[in-house]
């Protein structure tokens, strides 16, 4: 059973910098999954912001993010992080981190979910 969980979420200030967690656990490896976050705000539908490969050597993101947003991992952790920087109100959600195969991830329908961390960003 494939087993995630987030955290480092919070409370920041706009133009802070915040980087989440995501800790696989149990017989999950995230060398063998794509790794990729998602946030979901009221009102809006669940937004794909990213994913590293299960290899780790290649990355993707959402327009909306990239270079601002970085994905990374640590495999000794079994971990997979997401660092935001120059945060805005506008990102403030709940932030979920997802494992499936990497089409299916950056397709919006990973099999298997974290159950999220919220980040709050106040202007």
């Known amino acids: 059973q494939v087993q995630l969980a987030e955290s480092g979420g919070g409370l920041v200030e706009a133009g802070d910098s915040l980087r989440l967690s995501c800790g696989a656990s149990?017989?999950?490896?995230?060398?063998?999954?794509?790794m990729g976050w998602f946030r979901q705000s009221p009102a809006k539908e669940r937004e794909f912001l990213g994913v590293?490969?299960?290899?780790?050597?290649?990355?993707y993101y959402a327009d909306s993010v990239r270079g601002r947003f970085t994905i990374s991992r640590d495999i000794a952790k079994n971990t997979v992080y997401l660092k935001m920087n120059r945060l805005k109100p506008e990102d403030t959600a709940v932030y979920y981190c997802?494992?499936?195969?990497?089409?299916?991830?950056?397709?919006?329908?990973?099999?298997?979910w974290g159950k999220g961390t919220l980040v709050f960003v106040s202007s």
């Open positions: 590293i490969s299960y290899s780790g050597n290649q990355t």
């Open positions: 149990g017989s999950t490896l995230i060398s063998e999954y794509a």
């Open positions: 997802a494992a499936d195969y990497g089409p299916d991830v950056v397709g919006g329908h990973p099999r298997f």
